[in-house]
């Protein structure tokens, strides 16, 4: 028996193929530094969710535009590569979950600092 889903052995796939065209494929100067972090698709294979994380935070929302706009650029390149019956739909997202996992490390440093500083006063 296979280790996990099919969705989530193509949604693997997909992550690595789409990040490739991404970095060597698509010739839009626009688009900065990104990565690619993760891919979710429906269990029918029909629309996957590309998240990408941008390395600027005011350049977020300008290079979504540009990834959805060229989606239909990077989906005919995704079916060259990927031998299926169906191609997914793509949708890219920001990938919120550094960030938020930044905060949480920082929370846990003003925790720390903040408890160390109490216990010296008692």
Not at 81 to 98: G, Y
Not at 100 to 121: C, P, Q
């Amino acid at each position: 028996m296979l280790p996990y889903k099919r969705s989530q052995r193509v949604s693997d796939l997909i992550r690595e193929e789409i990040a490739d065209i991404i970095m060597n494929k698509l010739k839009d100067p626009r688009v900065g530094f990104i990565t690619v972090t993760g891919a979710k698709i429906t269990e029918d294979l029909k629309l996957a969710t590309v998240y990408v994380s941008v390395l600027k935070p005011d350049e977020k929302k300008g290079t979504i535009e540009i990834l959805n706009s060229a989606k239909g650029f990077i989906r005919a390149e995704l079916s060259k590569r990927v031998r299926m019956k169906f191609i997914p739909s793509l949708t890219f997202r920001v990938d919120e979950s550094i960030e938020y996992g930044d905060k949480i490390e920082r929370l846990l440093k003003e925790i720390k600092s903040g408890s160390a500083g109490n216990e010296e006063k008692s």
